[in-house]
C-alpha cells in the first residue's frame, strides 16, 4: 500500500511527514508498534494507519501526530514505511516495557479481592491461517475452571454457547467478553487482572505490551517470533511460554499450567510451594521445578533446604555452575546438614571435583537411609593406615552397580598389609569372590566375622585419594564358560550380538526417567543388522510383543554370575544405567549406555565415555525426555560397526597395540581391511599406526581411502593434514586442517595445526588467530595458548605474550613451558629477579626439568650471581646432556668466573647449538687439533661479532711462531686493519675466493687449542697486536684528547651496555680540561644536537669508513672512553689506554670484580655497582678524568 510515496530507508528526514502503516493482524501491530517512539527524533511529523479496533489504544502512543484507520482518508506524507519492516531499519529491538496504556475505566467485574485474577483466551481468530493449530477448543480450556486457586476471566470474543453456558455457572469464572469492544477497552479490563493465560493471539501481545504477566500457550510448532525452545520472550520479559511437547497435546500444556497457577496462588506458603516444586521434580518437569524454587528463593532467600533442591534441579538441567553456587549458598546457611552436604557431594562428583565430592560424600552415612546399616558403623572406621596383620570389613551399602562399580578397591586394601573381609549382597557373593585379595566373602544375610575395623565400600575412593585420572582398573573376572552349561542360544558368527536392557526394577508401576520405552529399543531391532538378545529381568508380555524377534535370555539369567557368562558371549550391550552396564563394563565388555539428560553423578557430563569402564561408550539425550534422538544416534552406530570377524581382527591389533608389537598389529588392520574393505574407520585406524611407527607416506594412503568412503568426518582430513606435515607437504598440510576446521568448526586441534603452519610460514598474525581461536573453543589447550604467546612475542606484543603464560600459571601452577617463556619474556624486559621467580616456581613443580634450569641459570648471571648460574647450568646439562645449550651457557659462566680450562672445552658445544652464528664453515677443511704447523696453510676464521675478532684475531702471531702460514677470513671491513698483524700472510672477506688451506681453526677455539689462562693471554709488545698511523685530522691543542663511544650496534633493552642519551650530556661535560672526540658511528639528530651545544666536542664520524679509519682516529688519541663496543676491542689491541663502561652483569670476557683484564693490559674497567647505575659510574668516570687532567 501507498507506493505512491517513496519508502523510507532509516535515514533522518527532518521535517517530514512519514506515514507507517499496519500490514497484517492485530497482533503484530501490537507486537511492533513499539518501534513508533523511536522514530519521532528521525522525522519531522509522523502518522501512523492502523485498525479500527487498536486505533484509540494506538492514540495513547506517544509522539503521533494522527491515527488514522484504513478506511479514513489517507493524510498528506513524503515517506511511507509498513509497520513490520521497522526491526530492519532501526536495526533494534527496543526493551521498553510498558509501551502501551489503558485510555479508559473500565467496568468493575466485582471480582474477588483474595483469589489471583486470571484473563483467558483459548481461540483466535478462525480465519487466520494457523487457527486450527494455535486455538485449542472451549473442553480442552475447561479443565481450568476445576481449579480453585484462581478466579477466571474471560476475555474470548464469540465464545461457542457451551462455553458461555459454562462460564456463567462457574462460581470462580467471569465472561468478560461483552466488554471486550476494541483493544483499548480489552486494555482496560487486563488491567485488574493479576495474570493473563492465552493462545498466541493480539490478548498474549496486548497484555505482554502493557507489562502484565502473561503465559503463552503455544502449539508444537510456533510462529516464528517465539523462537525455539524458549520458555520466555525476548519481546515481552513478563512472558512465559508453554508449548505442547508433541503436536496436538493441549492437555500436558494445561496440566502444566494448573500446576503453575498452583504455585502462583501458593505465594508465601513455603510448605505448598516446596510440596510442588518436589512434585515437579520427580515427574521429570525440571524446567517446571525450577521456577517454584527459583520463587522460594526468591522468597525465603534463607531456607537452606531450598537452594539445595535448586541446586540438584539446576544439575539436572545440566546447569553445572548455577547447581554448585546454589549448593555452596545453601551448604554456608546450614553447614551441619548432612543432606545438604550430600546433595552438594553429587553436583562435585558430577563435575569431577572428586577431592571435595568424595569428603562431601561421606554424609550419606547420616542419612535417614543408612540407619539399618548404622550398626556396622560401630567398629573403628579404618582411614587407610596400614593394617599391620588387622582384619578389616569392607561392607557393601547400596545397589548391585555400586558394589560391581566399586570393588575394584577391595585388593587396594588388600595391599595395606591385612585380611580383608567383604559383605556384600547375597545375588553377588559368588561373583565377588573371584576378585584376588579378599580373605572371605560375606553374604548380607550372614553374621560378619569378627574384624578390628570397617570402612564402606563407597568411601574408599575418598581413603586413597581417587581423582577422574587416577580410578582404579576393574578387577572382575567371570568365571570360565566350562561346565556351567550356560551357552548363548542363537549366537551369530557373522553379525553382532547385541544384548538389551531398557528398565530397571521399578520401585513403583510409575515409568522412571532412565527407561527407555521399549517401542524405541523396537526401532533399534528393526532397523540394524544385528542378533539381539534380552537381557531384561521382568519384561512384561506388552514389552516383549513389541519388541519383535529378539531371543529372551532371562531365564538363563538366574544369578550374576550366569548373568556374567553370557555377556562374555555377547558383542555388545546397550542398556540404561542399571547393574548390567556396571557388570558389562567391569568386565570389559564393550557397553553402550543410554542415559536420560539428568544422568547420575557417576558419568561425570558432557563426556562420551567414562573413566570407570574403559569399554564404554556414552550415549545422551539431547534435551530431556528424547529417547527417540538417542536410539537414532545407537543405531546409526551400530550400522558403522565393523562386522564380527572384523572387530576379532581390530581386537587383535588393539592387544598387539598394547604391547607395543606395531608390526603385527598392521597385519591385523589389513586382515581386517581384506575382510572388509569399505571400513571407513578401519582404514583410519591404521594410517593412524603408521603414523606412530613413523611411515608417513603409507599413513596418508590409508587416510586418503578412509576420506574417501567417508568424506565428511573430520578427523580422517584432521589426520591426513598430520600425515602431509610430516612429509613437509605444507600446502597439503594446510588445505586438510582447513577442510576439517569446516567439517567441524569445533576441533580445536586442527585450529592448532593451522597455527603451526602459519608460525613455520612466519605468518605470525594468521598463527595467533589460529590459536586464539584454538583456546576459545578449549580453554584448557595449553599448548595453543603457550603457542598464542610465542607468536605474540615474535609480533612485538610482549604484554599480550606475558598475559597468555600468566593465564596458563594460574590454572597449572608451575606449568614448565608457561614459566619457561614468561622467564625469557622477563630476561628480555631485564627483569632477571621476576625470572629467576618464575623459573623457580616451576622447579617448585619440576624439579629436573632442564629448560627451566637453563633460564634459571640465565638470570642468575644477569644479576652477576655467577657461582649459582653455574650450579644450575650444571643441573641442566646432567639433566638433559644431550641438549648443547646447558654446557654452551655452562661455559659462558665458567669464563666469566676465570674457570678457563673447564670453559674453552664446554664453549666448543656452540657448535652443536641451532644458532645460525655457528653452521658448519669451511667443513672440507681439517681443524687443526694441534698437529706440527711446519710449511703448512692455517685458515683462522671470523666467527662472531667485529670485537670477538679484534680480540682473539691475536692468535695468528701464535700460529705463525708454530711454523704456519696463516690465512684469516674477517668480516668486511676488517681487511686492512687485520693485514697488519704479525705473521699474517692473508686476509680475505666473505664472498671472496676461500685459499687452500690444510687446517682451519675458529677464532674463538685458539685460547682452547693453546691452554690460555688469564695469565697466560697472547699480547704483543707494550700490550699492542694491532697498528696503524695516527691521523692527521686531529688538532693538538695541548688539552688530553679523549675519543668517545656512548652506544654498541644493538640499543635493545636486552643489551644493557648502552650509555642513555639523556647521560650523555654529563659525561661529555664531566671534565672542562679535555677535549672529546666523537667516534661513534652514524650519531642520530638528537646525539647530534647535543654535541654541536657541548663546547669542548669535535665530531668525528664523517672521517670513519672502516676500522683502519677507526684505528688511525685512535692513535691519534690520549684515552678512549668507551662502553663495550668494537671500539673497545679495537683500543685495546691498539694498546691506547682505554676506560671501559660496564654494565652490572658484563660479558664474560670481563671477568668478575676486575678494574683491569689480562686482554688488555692499557684498558681499565669501570663497573657498574648497582644495576642500571650509569650516572655513579660516570662520577668516578668525571674523578678520575679530573685527576689525569690535572696532572
Known amino acids: ?136 477448543q472451549w473442553l480442552d480450556c475447561q479443565a481450568l475452571l476445576a481449579s480453585d486457586c484462581a478466579h477466571f476471566v474471560s476475555l474470548q470474543l464469540n465464545s461457542p454457547a457451551d462455553a458461555a453456558a459454562a462460564l456463567g455457572q462457574a462460581a470462580n469464572a467471569t465472561d468478560a467478553a461483552a466488554h471486550c469492544t476494541d483493544l483499548a477497552a480489552t486494555a482496560a479490563i487486563i488491567e485488574q487482572l493479576d495474570l493473563v493465560i492465552s493462545v498466541d493471539t493480539a490478548t498474549a501481545h496486548l497484555a505482554g505490551a502493557l507489562g502484565k504477566p502473561v503465559w503463552l500457550l503455544l502449539p508444537f510448532a510456533g510462529e516464528w517470533r517465539w523462537l525455539h525452545n524458549r520458555a520466555d520472550s525476548p519481546w515481552y520479559p513478563t512472558m512465559r511460554i508453554f508449548r505442547q511437547p508433541t503436536p496436538g497435546d493441549w492437555r500436558t500444556v494445561l496440566s502444566q499450567i494448573l500446576s503453575a497457577l498452583h504455585v502462583e496462588s501458593a505465594a508465601g506458603n513455603l510448605a505448598g510451594l516446596e510440596a510442588e516444586g518436589l512434585r515437579l521434580k520427580r515427574s521429570g518437569q525440571f524446567e517446571e521445578a525450577r521456577l517454584v524454587f527459583d520463587k522460594i528463593v526468591e522468597q525465603f532467600p534463607t531456607r537452606a533446604e531450598a537452594l539445595s533442591n535448586l541446586g540438584n534441579i539446576l544439575m539436572a538441567l545440566g546447569k553445572s555452575a548455577g547447581a554448585l553456587l546454589r549448593h555452596e549458598q545453601a551448604r554456608q546457611l546450614a553447614p551441619d546438614s548432612p543432606g545438604i552436604a550430600f546433595n552438594q557431594s553429587h553436583a562435585l562428583l558430577k563435575t569431577g571435583d572428586f577431592a571435595n565430592g568424595w569428603e562431601a560424600y561421606e554424609n550419606r552415612l547420616l542419612m535417614p537411609h543408612f540407619d539399618s546399616l548404622r550398626q556396622r558403623l560401630e567398629t573403628p572406621r579404618w582411614n587407610g593406615e596400614p593394617l599391620e596383620g588387622k582384619i578389616v570389613l569392607i561392607w557393601a551399602e547400596q545397589g548391585f552397580g555400586d558394589t560391581i562399580q566399586f570393588a575394584r578397591f577391595l585388593p587396594m586394601v588388600a595391599q595395606r598389609g591385612g585380611r580383608v573381609l567383604f559383605e556384600c549382597q547375597p545375588e553377588l557373593a559368588a561373583l565377588m569372590r573371584g576378585i584376588d585379595g579378599i580373605g572371605e566373602v560375606i553374604p548380607r544375610s550372614e553374621l560378619p566375622p569378627a574384624h578390628d575395623l570397617q570402612c564402606p565400600l563407597l568411601s574408599l575412593p575418598r581413603v586413597f585419594g581417587t581423582d577422574v585420572d587416577s580410578i582404579p582398573a576393574n578387577v572382575l573376572i567371570a568365571p570360565p564358560k566350562a561346565g556351567t552349561g550356560i551357552s548363548l542360544p542363537g549366537r551369530s558368527s557373522s553379525r553382532w550380538n547385541v544384548g538389551l536392557v531398557w528398565r530397571g526394577s521399578r520401585r513403583t508401576q510409575q515409568p522412571e526417567l532412565r527407561e527407555v520405552p521399549p517401542e524405541e529399543f523396537a526401532k533399534l531391532a528393526s532397523s540394524a543388522d544385528a542378533q539381539f538378545f534380552s537381557l531384561q529381568k521382568e519384561a512384561t508380555l506388552s514389552e516383549r510383543s513389541q519388541l519383535g524377534p529378539v531371543t529372551r535370555l532371562e531365564l538363563l539369567m538366574s544369578n550374576f554370575t550366569a548373568t556374567a557368562l553370557l555377556l562374555r558371549q555377547l558383542d555388545l550391550v546397550i542398556t540404561i544405567d542399571t547393574a548390567v552396564a556396571h557388570l558389562a563394563g567391569a568386565l570389559g565388555k564393550p557397553v553402550w549406555l543410554l542415559l536420560p539428560f539428568a544422568g547420575e553423578w557417576r558419568w561425570l557430563e558432557n563426556r562420551t565415555d567414562s573413566p570407570w569402564y574403559p569399554t564404554m ?48 598389529a598392521v597385519e591385523q588392520y589389513q586382515f581386517a581391511i581384506s575382510v572388509q574393505p ?47 606435515y610430516a612429509l613437509s607437504q605444507t600446502a597439503d598440510a594446510k588445505s586438510a586442517f582447513q577442510r576439517a576446521t569446516e567439517l567441524d568448526p569445533g576441533l580445536a586441534a586442527a585450529h592448532f595445526n593451522l597455527g603451526q603452519v602459519a608460525q613455520d610460514e612466519g605468518d605470525f598474525l594468521t598463527a595467533a588467530q589460529a590459536y586464539k581461536r584454538a583456546v576459545d573453543l578449549d580453554g584448557n589447550y595449553t599448548d595453543a595458548m603457550v603457542n598464542l604467546g610465542l607468536t605474540l612475542r615474535d609480533l612485538k606484543e610482549t604484554a599480550l605474550a606475558e598475559e597468555c603464560f600468566w593465564h596458563i600459571l594460574q590454572g597449572e ?6 614459566g619457561v617463556n614468561l622467564a625469557k619474556l622477563q630476561l628480555e624486559r631485564d627483569d632477571p629477579a621476576a625470572a629467576e621467580g618464575t623459573c623457580r ?127 684469516i677470513e674477517c668480516q668486511a671491513g676488517l681487511r686492512a686493519l687485520l693485514q697488519t698483524l704479525p705473521g699474517v700472510s692473508q686476509v680475505f672477506e666473505p664472498g671472496e675466493p676461500v685459499p687452500d688451506a690444510d687446517f682451519t681453526l675458529p677464532m674463538l677455539s685458539a685460547p682452547l687449542a693453546f691452554g690460555t689462562t688469564p695469565d697466560t693471554v697472547p699480547n704483543g709488545e707494550n700490550g699492542r697486536y694491532l697498528f696503524a698511523e695516527p691521523a692527521g685530522i686531529v688538532p693538538h691543542t695541548g688539552a688530553l684528547r679523549i675519543g668517545v663511544v656512548w652506544a654498541g650496534r644493538s640499543r635493545s633493552w636486552a643489551n644493557n651496555r648502552s650509555l642513555p642519551t639523556k647521560l650523555l650530556s654529563t659525561l661529555l661535560g664531566a671534565c672542562d680540561d679535555v677535549a672529546w672526540f666523537n667516534l661513534q658511528l652514524k650519531p642520530s639528530d638528537e646525539i647530534k644536537r647535543i654535541i654541536s651545544s657541548a663546547a669542548c666536542v669535535t665530531d668525528l664520524s664523517p672521517h670513519i669508513s672502516d676500522f683502519a679509519s677507526t684505528a688511525s682516529l685512535i692513535e691519534s688519541m690520549d684515552l678512549v672512553v668507551t662502553v663495550d663496543t668494537a671500539v673497545a676491542h679495537l683500543a685495546g689491541a691498539l694498546g691506547k689506554p682505554t676506560w671501559v663502561l660496564l654494565p652490572f652483569a658484563a660479558d664474560w670476557r670481563w671477568l668478575l670484580d676486575r678494574e683491569d683484564t689480562p686482554w688488555y693490559p692499557n684498558t681499565r674497567l669501570f663497573r657498574q655497582q648497582v644495576a642500571g647505575n650509569w650516572p655513579e659510574v660516570i662520577d668516578r668516570i668525571a674523578n678520575e678524568l679530573q685527576r689525569l687532567a690535572n696532572r
Open 1 to 136: 500500500r501507498h507506493q505512491d510515496k517513496p519508502e523510507w530507508d532509516g535515514s533522518p528526514a527532518p521535517g517530514r511527514t512519514l506515514l507507517v502503516h499496519c500490514e497484517q493482524g492485530l497482533g503484530d501491530s501490537i507486537q511492533f508498534v513499539r518501534y513508533l517512539p523511536l522514530l519521532t527524533a528521525q522525522v519531522g511529523t509522523l502518522i501512523l494507519e492502523c485498525p479500527t479496533e487498536a486505533k484509540a489504544l494506538f492514540e495513547t502512543l506517544p509522539g503521533l501526530a494522527k491515527v488514522v484507520t484504513a478506511t479514513d482518508p489517507t493524510p498528506e506524507h513524503d515517506l511511507q514505511i509498513p509497520l513490520l519492516s521497522l526491526p530492519r531499519v532501526t536495526g533494534t529491538l527496543p526493551d521498553q516495557v510498558p509501551y502501551l496504556g489503558a485510555s479508559q475505566r473500565s467496568p468493575s467485574l466485582g471480582l474477588a479481592p483474595d483469589k489471583l485474577k486470571v484473563g483467558i483466551t483459548w481461540a483466535g481468530n478462525p480465519k487466520h491461517r494457523n487457527d486450527a493449530f494455535r486455538s485449542m
Open 841 to 967: 616456581s616451576v622447579l617448585g613443580e619440576h624439579p629436573e626439568h632442564p629448560e627451566t634450569l637453563l633460564n634459571l641459570g640465565v638470570a642468575l648471571q644477569a644479576q652477576n650471581r655467577v657461582s649459582e648460574a653455574i650450579a644450575a647450568f650444571e643441573e641442566s646439562t646432567a639433566a638433559e646432556p644431550q641438549n648443547p645449550d646447558g654446557p654452551f651457557n655452562l661455559a659462558i659462566a665458567e669464563l666469566a668466573a676465570g674457570r678457563w680450562n673447564d670453559g674453552w672445552q664446554h664453549y666448543e658445544a656452540r657448535w652443536q647449538t641451532d644458532n645460525t652464528l655457528f653452521a658448519p664453515r669451511h667443513p672440507g677443511v681439517p681443524r687443526w687439533n694441534g698437529e706440527p704447523l711446519a710449511d703448512k696453510t692455517l685458515l683462522l676464521f671470523a666467527e662472531q661479532g667485529y670485537g670477538d675478532t679484534l680480540q682473539f684475531c691475536r692468535y695468528a702471531s701464535n700460529l705463525a711462531n708454530a711454523g704456519a702460514s696463516v690465512v
Open 813 to 818: 601452577p608451575g606449568q614448565p613451558m608457561a
Open 678 to 724: 569399505d571400513n571407513a574407520e578401519t582404514h583410519h585406524a591404521l594410517g593412524l599406526l603408521f603414523s606412530e611407527l613413523g611411515q608417513a607416506e603409507d599413513a596418508l594412503g590409508s587416510y586418503r581411502r578412509a576420506i574417501e568412503l567417508q568424506p565428511g568426518c573430520a578427523d580422517f582430513h584432521f589426520n591426513s593434514g598430520n600425515a602431509h
Open 617 to 664: 561408550r556414552i550415549f545422551r539425550q539431547s534435551e530431556p525426555g528424547d529417547w527417540a534422538g538417542v536410539i537414532a544416534e545407537v543405531t546409526a552406530a551400530l550400522e558403522q560397526q565393523p562386522s564380527p570377524e572384523v572387530a576379532r581382527h581390530l581386537a587383535k591389533a588393539a592387544e598387539f597395540e598394547k604391547e607395543n608389537q606395531l608390526s603385527q
